[in-house]
């Protein structure tokens, strides 16, 4: 069996002490689902990080003397460490630097599986590693492997910068291909008036169980952070028969790289382009107010606002009793257990009950020789109530918009 790297986190206190140990416990969870393990931690209160070594100097000779008593690989920071300041840790500590940022950007590499998500993933390391490259030549070149070193061949990167340029453009014509088919598609559901529902949330809040949950599907789903990263789009029919599409995005998490956030840009793009989002909190989780402020930010940096949200609060099995659950910013709030299936019709009341409101009641005699716009109307609306008279299909339904014109 390979031994995990050892690393010692670091950390800078420049405001809210619990707010930096809150992310360095989240950074810990990040380095065990990349395969590493933590084995000490070390933070400093400064107004800001040293722009040449990140910590003061004092502070990085205690660090070299806590790498060697705990035996530590390597140090990662909880921050993006500039080319200079990764060179100069590298070069004091003696072994391997890296930081929040290339352990996610090591996550994904390794757990998206389509061409869409390999190709975006390689897309953000490029970037990252292109404007990296004099920092992290010695820091890569001292460990064959580990953490930071999935993806593009190190060597390579740092000998070419040409075929980093090169490279970068094949994928960005790739991506913007994948980006027309996936506009295309965005066009298509919005002629045929299929109601789209974004699943949105904190990383490992449970969105992949609950897709499954509602739609029957197998999509993974793990009790880590980032177990799924490709966007999945399932259909879901209504107890009223309506049909609606849940499209589940990337998770969300603090500090996640501005590189992903351009590089999954078409992909988290499918919340803006959502009739309805459904905010998937994990209600066991301690720090849920502030991953509910990371989701918020996060859509709103992508101009997804003035949407219907309901707010799911998942994990109730897990949570306690007195825990106080809200979402100020939700129109509906709804407590479930994706896991043990309980409160799903709640959910699906929520959802059914939103689109109402977003829709036009109409009663519609509908000939039975035009039954295909019966057949549209269970389809894209929802039925009340239908009534087979000698004329033809009496129908009582809730339709959209311009449907409902339609019928008038």
Known sequence: MEREERYILIGVITS???????????????????????CGRLTQRLEHPDTKSYLGSGKVEELKQEIYIREADAVVCDDELSPVQMHTLSDELGVKVIDRTLVILDIFAAHAKTREGKIQVEMAQLKYRASHLSGMGTALSRQGGGIGTRGPGETKLETDRRAVRSRMGQLSRQIKDMESVRNTNRKKRRQEQIPVIALVGYTNAGKSTLLNA??????????????????????????DGMQVLLTDTVGFIHKLPHQL??????????????????????????QWEMHNKVVYDTLSGLNV???????????????????????????????????????????????SDTLKEMQIRVKALIPYSDSAKAARMRSLGQVISEEYLEEGILIDAYLPGWMAEEYR
């Open 305 to 351: 606002t003035g949407k219907p949200v309901i707010a799911v609060f998942n994990k109730m099995d897990e949570a306690g009793d007195d825990v106080i659950l809200r979402d100020t910013l939700a129109s509906r709030t709804v407590r479930i257990s994706a896991k043990n299936q309980t409160g799903i019709d709640d959910l699906l009341v929520a959802v």
């Open 214 to 239: 509602l739609t029957g599907s197998n999509v993974l789903s793990e009790d880590k952070l980032f177990a799924t990263l490709d966007p999945t789009t399932r259909s879901l029919s209504l107890s």
């Open 261 to 286: 956030i351009e590089a999954f840009h078409s992909t988290l793009e499918e919340a803006q382009y959502a009739d309805i989002i459904l905010h998937v909190i994990d209600a066991s989780d301690k």
């Open 16 to 38: 809210d002490e619990a707010l930096v140990n809150s992310s360095l416990d989240e950074l810990a969870l990040l380095l065990k689902t990349a395969g590493g393990v933590e």
